[in-house]
């Protein structure tokens, strides 16, 4: 069984379109992340929810909106893409009180022309 | 300032040979976590290890343990008798305690290949 999954793995589209990403956890965790891996392999956090609550908003374009509908999704919804969006986004989970654990997705590879 | 640094980009280490990928952090907290991940080819993030900054003894899971130098705000991966499928980005990451929810910052990596 998948403990997270994503999809679409791959995701190929134009500039000025709006995409979304969809995480899904199976463990029970309560705290969910969105991380992006640029070309150079940097990966940095975007977003966290912890009990339907935006914990961290690191500096991301509004553009960005993470959606929640409930404690074992979130999804990443991206508006008007860039090519500078383009990148690897992976999802996690963990428990609030097993933080040291997180469970990474196999990632979303996005590619914008 | 970076929160996370990893000084080797790139290394080449024989098969069966110990190996140190070398992490230093810098944070204002007394609580945090240190973590190293393993990221293949492929291209999933793999958990490897994880050091509490209280935790008195250096973590260690099968051949990868974590030796922890607090003073110097060091939190090296050793790897004990390398294997061709060690081959991959490392990449050491920390936890720091914000409003509830622990995100991690992560260092630039280290590519890591062995060699037969």
């Known amino acids: 069984d998948t403990a997270v999954s994503q999809t679409p793995k791959y995701l190929v589209t134009q500039m000025g379109n709006d995409k979304s990403i969809k995480c899904e956890q199976n463990l029970g965790h309560d705290t969910m992340y969105w991380y992006k891996q640029d070309s150079k392999k940097f990966l940095k956090i975007m977003f966290s929810?912890?009990?339907?609550?935006?914990?961290i908003n690191e500096t991301v374009p509004n553009r960005f909106s993470p959606k929640s509908p409930d404690k074992a999704h979130l999804n990443l919804h991206i508006n008007s893409l860039e090519l500078g969006d383009s990148a690897v986004y992976f999802c996690?989970?963990?428990?609030?009180?097993?933080?040291?654990?997180?469970?990474f997705g196999p990632g979303t590879r996005l590619t914008v022309t | 300032a970076q929160k996370i640094t990893q000084t080797q980009p790139g290394m080449f280490v024989q098969e069966k040979e110990a190996v140190t990928l070398d992490c230093t952090y810098d944070?204002?907290?007394?609580?945090?976590?240190l973590f190293w991940y393993k990221q293949p080819s492929s291209g999933e993030m793999i958990f490897l290890i994880y050091?509490?900054?209280?935790?008195?003894q250096n973590a260690t899971e099968g051949r990868y343990s974590l030796n922890f130098q607090k003073a110097r705000k060091s939190a090296n991966l050793v790897i004990s008798a390398s294997q061709l499928g060690d081959s991959a980005m490392y990449f050491c990451a920390m936890r720091e305690v914000r409003g509830g929810a622990d995100g991690l910052t992560f260092g630039k990596g280290t590519h890591l290949i062995i060699q037969p």
């Open positions: 929810y912890n009990n339907k609550e935006l914990i």
């Open positions: 944070t204002s907290d007394q609580s945090y976590g």
């Open positions: 996690a989970s963990s428990q609030v009180d097993r933080a040291y654990e997180q469970y």
């Open positions: 050091q509490g900054s209280y935790d008195e």
